[in-house]
């Protein structure tokens, strides 16, 4: 008999949270749901009449008319009953937050899951999970933690971990990035980490996919799940348990084997993926490659920065291994003949604090920067209005010339760092900073809060675009 | 003749800020000192009469009784002239925030600087800069933008930049961190980096020195006075202008040949000082030294991570040097005994999820781990109620775990991730997650944004503190 895809259990007609309560973690699932789901919504569990203003039953096959899909969060001893209500009642897909399984590294509670498995196999039931928090689809209002955004992007984010997860769609959220889908998948029990690498693969709403791996569970198929997906679209991989107590940790959380890091980063090179180490690196990559078109080469300008991060600015895009070559002479030649009195003194970076405040002058030197085709790449320092009053500040005028950098079609990254005293900060000041993050994010930038985020960022995608070659 | 200590001209009684405007510049140094300092002050301008409620005086030699300190933001061609007022009224120190000297790369610009030294030296008037911001000394009430802090700690600063210094200041600031003085020396025409360090080595109000510094003036003496205060005191050094283009950038910027980085990482080694790449790794460290206990290994207990960052915190420890040892046999002997649940499954790192919300329980654990002497570090992940009701949310009862932690005398990092969405984000989760934040500092705990940037600072603490035996 031929498997139900994956697809075919993303878009519930009607959800019913099993082990539902007023205070529990299946309540948990409740309210997201309830905030956002267009669909049926049925909370299951025998001490209770009523959920959150929903009725509730006693259990799945008590439930009037058809239930697409199932969230479990009942303790495992219970599961198998789960499975044959499931069964019955039609149910296509069963998201398993419930726990306590292979993870705990005990004999009964392994043999246990590998039963649920051949229980769902007969009724076509497919399983997400176990040990996972499941779905984040924001076209479809699906959800597991309240305030998660609810606009689509372009995104994919396939984890091994929950927490994951919820950390990478909340810090590349504040920067701006939004995802098609999410799915936290656990211990990978019937769905593994090559049918969800398939699914994104195909899926016209993902262009770009990320992935945080423990262990592979189908080690024969993955090299070419990996490499058929890297072929369509970037797919950006971070391996947890890459050491020997990270490998100890992943069986504990997954029950996953980690397996040799130097053969898992020859792997992933050779399917055209981008291997990334941490959580950090991930959310930068993204920004880069959700906000930025293709890099065509490594020769970077960077322009705005003051002094110390001028300098600084430079040794690190070097580190990084980008090419900071030093300012055209013909750009200088133009300086000189427009009667700028720095056309000598000013060079790449270009530190934009010796044209005195002076913020027009300084873009010129910019755009002339960023037009010029020895220039792949550009990076630019966002100032606010530091330590003065903020009475004069005209947000718009401020950062018009930033947006305008964009429109070279060159990868432009932004360094924005929101310096701030503790004590005795200026209110206006406070609010004109969060409205500068708001206005260079509405503008579509890829805004970084450190020069060593945006200049590794930024040689990793560059490299992207050069092992594809 | 011999020339005046720093010392003596740090505790000025009366400032004049010679270029003061109601809006330029000049005025940006006379704000924060009339919010702040003591003393006198006097505006300096003859096209006012009065500037920011202060009388004006036209010229230097025509304020009434002493000055002792003149900051100095007028052109760098008036600066002879404001030299033989200053030099006639009796002035002690200099600060030359003018610029437009040799960082131009222009002869005539050089050959002035040279002059102004030369003419100064006659009335034993010292300078500090050219080209730079001056001094921050929260105890004199000397700062040079409004609303840096003015509670005094133990961190002294010795930049050549003073966007440096305002970095430092805020971003160690929002960690809790407080300066004893931070001093930004630009040019070095007069006081050089040697001077400030014999000066911040033997200040008793110092405990910790961080400099950056992008070309040495006195090459023959540096390396002594390197030794001779890293021999007291932890010293940070940040190199700026280490590649080509960072070695271009720091010729117009304080007019600094930067040198070989090679040699220059090995005499700060053989000093006993520390080298930083960045600033960002900078202030992870400063926090270490600011916070921590000595360090006596590098064997780390982890705990509170909860699944994926349980397993990445486990990677990259390990890849940043420390030693993740297994849960020792004892502990899990304790957990058995008294009936714990997860005795065999919990590890080192401690995913405190797998103990279901049990907060209590988890911290048992933890508190085994920081008290057993296998441990010599410990990095905690403190938690916020992410995506719940804030309603029931204590938080004195659900931070003061991660205090007790402290109280092992252990070196403990904390990983505080400010987790939050877009949208729709419960106003009472943002102030919790503010408190939670204040209350750590207030608690004087290490808090790291992430796991790589907590990592990173520990070992390098370690590493200190072997290198030293």
Not at 62 to 72: E, Q
Not at 308 to 320: F, K, M
Not at 369 to 394: C, Q, T, Y
Request: a neutral charge; glycine letters at 10%; proline letters at 6%.
């Amino acid at each position: 008999m031929s498997q139900r895809p994956l697809e075919e259990i993303l878009h519930p007609k009607s959800i019913a949270v099993v082990g539902a309560s007023d205070t529990g973690r299946g309540g948990g699932f409740l309210t997201p749901l309830q905030e956002n789901y267009k669909g049926k919504i049925f909370p299951v569990n025998p001490k209770y009449s009523e959920i959150g203003g929903l009725t509730a039953y006693p259990r799945v096959n008590a439930i009037p008319g058809p239930v697409d899909y199932v969230i479990s969060s009942i303790p495992a001893h219970q599961v198998l009953d789960l499975v044959e209500d499931c069964g019955q009642k039609g149910v296509k897909g069963l998201h398993l937050f419930t726990a306590r399984f292979s993870e705990t590294g005990r004999k009964d509670a392994a043999e246990l899951e590998k039963e649920i498995l051949k229980r769902t196999r007969a009724y076509n039931l497919r399983i997400i999970g176990p040990n996972c928090m499941g779905v984040y689809y924001p076209k479809e209002g699906i959800a597991f933690n309240s305030g998660m955004p609810m606009e689509s992007g372009k995104v994919g984010l396939i984890s091994q971990s929950g927490q994951v997860v919820g950390e990478i769609v909340s810090f590349a959220g504040q920067a701006g990035v939004r995802f098609s889908k999410a799915i936290s998948y656990g211990n990978a029990l019937d769905f593994n980490e090559c049918d969800y690498l398939d699914y994104f693969a195909q899926d016209p709403e993902t262009e770009i996919i990320l992935m945080y791996i423990e262990g592979v569970r189908d080690g024969k198929r993955f090299p070419q799940a990996l490499k058929k997906a890297a072929s369509v679209k970037p797919v950006l991989v971070v391996k947890g348990g890459r050491g020997q107590a990270g490998t100890r940790a992943t069986v504990s959380h997954t029950a996953s084997l980690a397996g040799s890091q130097a053969v898992w980063e020859a792997l992933v090179k050779q399917a055209g993926a981008v291997s990334v180490n941490n959580l950090e690196d991930l959310v930068d990559l993204t920004l880069a490659f959700n906000f930025l078109p293709p890099a065509k080469g490594r020769n970077l300008a960077v322009m705005g920065g003051s002094g110390g991060s001028s300098v600084l600015s430079a040794d690190q895009c070097e580190e990084a291994g980008l090419e900071v070559i030093p300012l055209p002479q013909e750009i200088r030649s133009k300086l000189k003949e427009s009667g700028s009195p720095i056309w000598d003194w000013i060079g790449n970076p270009a530190d934009f604090s010796i044209s005195m405040g002076d913020h027009d002058a300084a873009f010129k030197i910019g755009f002339l920067m960023a037009e010029h085709p020895s220039f792949d790449l550009i990076m630019a320092f966002v100032h606010g209005p530091w330590g003065r009053r903020a009475k004069n500040f005209s947000l718009e005028k401020h950062l018009t010339p930033y947006n305008m950098i964009q429109r070279f079609n060159k990868p432009a990254v932004f360094i924005y760092q929101e310096m701030r005293n503790q004590e005795k900060d200026d209110e206006d000041l406070a609010k004109i900073r969060g409205e500068i993050k708001g206005k260079l994010i509405e503008w579509n930038m890829a805004v970084y809060p450190t020069i060593r985020r945006a200049a590794r960022a930024l040689s990793a995608f560059v490299g992207y675009y050069e092992n594809r070659k």
